[in-house]
């Protein structure tokens, strides 16, 4: 057992299911009779109806822990200096710290907001620095197609310059994206890191729509089911 209870998990953009993503490794974590806490240090969107933790609690059944919610859709830090708003790297970094508080020996899944650069906080700090902090591997989440393994590889190799341990890839197919084969051998040697898992279209309703697909994830390390 090593010390890095969870794994932060980030797209290469928005809207490629990382949350999606988070939430079945979340469910996973149950499935294996683990404690799991999801964690989103900062929620934009609210003025949008946005609420990616009420979102993951229902769909995974897990507690979750949240940092404040902001205005409109976009990168959180753009997002508060626009509005004269402060939200700083201590503040980001005590949601994760309350977090392992409040639930000991529990595994942690740290959700970003947009890609590993996106400032979550109105002084840069972004989820790569979060997860040197929290001492977590990151999960990227691509779309399943050749150009999202492109991306990727440079989400990849952005977070290892900046010393963050990359867990692998997680691959998402949209609902009405055009199906590309992506193998698993194609993922390494263009990243230099295993595809995790493949998250299919899903269909959300029902009880615990997650559960069968959260039991094919194997992530390796802590965060495996």
Do not use: N
């Not at 010390?3 to 079945?24: E, N, W, Y």
């Not at 799991?36 to 609420?51: F, H, L, S, T």
């Not at 995974?60 to 822990?65: I, R, S």
């Amino acid at each position: 057992m090593t010390d890095r209870r969870g794994v932060a998990v980030v797209g290469v953009d928005v809207g490629v299911g990382a949350t999606l993503v988070a939430a079945t490794i979340a469910r996973a974590g149950r499935l294996a009779g683990r404690d799991v806490v999801y964690v989103k240090p900062v929620q934009p969107g609210a003025a949008d109806g946005a609420d990616d933790a009420a979102d993951v609690a229902a769909l995974a059944g897990v507690p979750t822990a949240t940092g404040p919610s902001i205005g409109p859709a976009g990168a959180p830090g753009r997002t508060l200096r626009g509005a004269g708003l402060t939200l700083d790297a201590a503040e980001l970094r005590e949601v994760i710290d309350a977090a392992r508080r409040d639930h000991p020996s529990t595994d942690l899944i740290v959700d970003g907001s947009g890609g590993a650069t996106t400032e979550l906080g109105s002084d840069g700090t972004t989820l790569a620095d979060l997860a040197i902090h929290a001492d977590l591997d990151v999960v990227v989440v691509t779309p399943a197609r050749v150009g999202g393994i492109e991306l990727a590889a440079l989400t990849i190799e952005a977070l290892e310059r900046r010393g963050v341990t990359v867990r692998g890839t997680v691959t998402t197919r949209p609902p009405g994206a055009t199906e590309e084969r992506v193998d698993a051998a194609e993922v390494l040697a263009a990243t230099g890191h295993p595809l995790l898992a493949t998250l299919p279209p899903l269909d959300l309703r029902g009880d615990d729509p997650l559960a069968e697909i959260a039991a094919t994830f194997d992530l390796g390390g802590d965060a495996s089911p």
